[in-house]
């Protein structure tokens, strides 16, 4: 069965640093997405950025950008430049053909100025 | 577009009642998942529609139920409330070849 670790279950930054979130996996499978959800206190879970496990680019959106080791089953997100509207647990997730999302439990992230 | 709606938000329910959460997806996404979220288990997959028809289930009892229709909008059922069951009840769409889910703002069910 699939699992996702995330080891930190919080994190503080100040604002305008640059802030890691790990995230490890567990799979058989060779073709799989993985995910970071970020979910504020106002509780909507928003996608933040999303790798498909056969492209060997990281994936980058703006000030986010992830780390992905395949073989290591290793999968972080990077948050540069932090603001404060980046408060907010982050969840990694994985899915592959015929599963549904399978999250970690989460890293709380407080962005303080 | 529209995002994905949930009603209600708020849901207080006495302990062997029945409730009703109803989703609506992202105009022309066809898939709906369900999940629910506590602080103790995360984000637990609960059931997964597509075109009326379920397409994968959770590992939860039977008192959960779901059902969708022709316009892809869906319903969760849970009956014989437990006090286990509070927690906040999300939905997701995607278009039905994405794996990309797009959540809604989730019901949050206090059962007393």
């Known amino acids: 069965a699939q699992t996702v670790t995330q080891s930190q279950p919080e994190m503080s930054v100040q604002e305008a640093e640059t802030v890691t979130l790990s995230c490890t996996y567990d799979t058989s499978e060779s073709n799989y997405y993985l995910f970071w959800y970020k979910q504020p206190p106002s509780r909507q879970m928003i996608l933040v950025i999303r790798q498909e496990a056969y492209k060997q680019q990281n994936a980058t959106e703006n000030r986010f950008s992830v780390n992905f080791q395949k073989a290591a089953k290793s999968f972080s997100l990077k948050i540069s430049d932090s603001q404060l509207g980046d408060t907010a647990m982050y969840f990694c997730?994985?899915?592959?053909?015929?599963?549904?999302?399978?999250f970690g439990k989460g890293t709380t992230l407080s962005v303080s100025s | 577009k529209a995002g994905v709606t949930q009603t209600p938000r708020y849901l207080i329910k006495t302990r062997g009642q029945q409730v009703t959460l109803s989703c609506s997806p992202i105009?022309?996404?066809?898939?709906v998942s369900w999940y629910q979220q506590t602080p103790g288990q995360g984000l637990q997959f609960l059931f997964e529609y597509f075109s009326e028809t379920q397409r994968n289930k959770g590992n939860f009892p039977g008192r959960f139920s779901g059902r969708q229709f022709s316009n892809s909008r869906s319903e969760m059922n849970v009956s014989t409330l437990e006090l286990g069951d509070s927690a906040l009840y999300l939905c997701?769409?995607?278009?039905?070849?994405?794996?990309?889910?797009?959540f809604g703002p989730g019901t949050r069910l206090t059962v007393t």
């Open positions: 105009s022309g996404h066809r898939s």
């Open positions: 997730a994985f899915i592959s053909a015929g599963t549904a999302l399978i």
């Open positions: 997701a769409s995607s278009l039905h070849n994405s794996y990309e889910q797009y």
